[in-house]
């Protein structure tokens, strides 16, 4: 079986600061992994995803996210946040060409 | 024009009525997908279709029924309705060859 576990309901940052969303997962084969995010009163948009190959995954709006399998991590991060950045954001993992397992979200709040 | 659509977009309707959520698009996916979205538990797998003869029961599927009319439809039924399934439905498309699902708008649903 196979599991998300998002660190943080909730994280605060101010414009300008790096942004840090921490995601864990569990599974018994080689995952796919995945972050999605979610802006108000929207369906949910990839970010970005890890298959195979290269560890540091670049995605849309300048997060990107590192593979760490010895860690079983897939953190999320952005070097300057900005307002637009101001969304709930989900980890997700996938066995192969399979469903995909959602963690509970991490609501992510910019200040200015 | 959006990919995926979903009717209607918000509904509400009284314990005990049958209900019925439709998901239709034009990706030319054969993969199609209901989630179910509660705040703060992330987004839950109701039921999937790999192709028009295909249907499997997710993570709570009970409650819950679907049909995959045409590759490009795919709705969601609830017999009977009850508050417990007030939340905000999803459905999501991928191709067969890759794992990366497309999200809806959603459908908000309340149960009185």
């Known amino acids: 079986a196979q599991s998300v576990t998002q660190l943080g309901s909730h994280v605060s940052v101010s414009e300008g600061a790096l942004v840090l969303l921490r995601c864990n997962y569990s599974?018994?084969?080689?995952?796919?992994l995945f972050w999605y995010v979610q802006y108000p009163n929207q369906g949910l948009q990839l970010l970005l995803k890890y298959t195979t190959g290269a560890t540091l995954v670049k995605g849309i709006n300048g997060f990107e996210a590192e593979f760490k399998k010895s860690e079983t991590s897939f953190h999320l991060t952005k070097p300057s946040a900005h307002m637009s950045d101001a969304a709930e954001y989900f980890c997700a993992v996938s066995k192969g060409y399979s469903t995909l397992t959602f963690g509970k979200g991490t609501m992510l709040l910019v200040s200015p | 024009d959006a990919d995926v659509t979903q009717t209607p977009r918000n509904r509400i309707t009284k314990t005990g009525k049958r209900i019925m959520l439709e998901c239709s698009q034009t990706?030319?996916?054969?993969?199609m997908y209901w989630y179910r979205q509660d705040p703060g538990l992330g987004l839950q797998l109701i039921y999937y279709s790999f192709d028009v003869k295909d249907i499997n029961k997710g993570e709570i599927s009970d409650g819950y029924s679907v049909s995959r009319q045409a590759q490009a439809k795919f709705s969601l039924s609830l017999e009977s309705a009850i508050p417990n399934q007030t939340a905000l439905y999803f459905c999501?498309?991928?191709?067969?060859?890759?794992?990366?699902?497309?999200f809806g708008p959603g459908t908000r649903l309340t149960v009185l």
């Open positions: 599974s018994s084969v080689p995952p796919y």
């Open positions: 990706k030319g996916h054969d993969r």
């Open positions: 999501a498309t991928s191709d067969s060859g890759a794992n990366e699902q497309f």
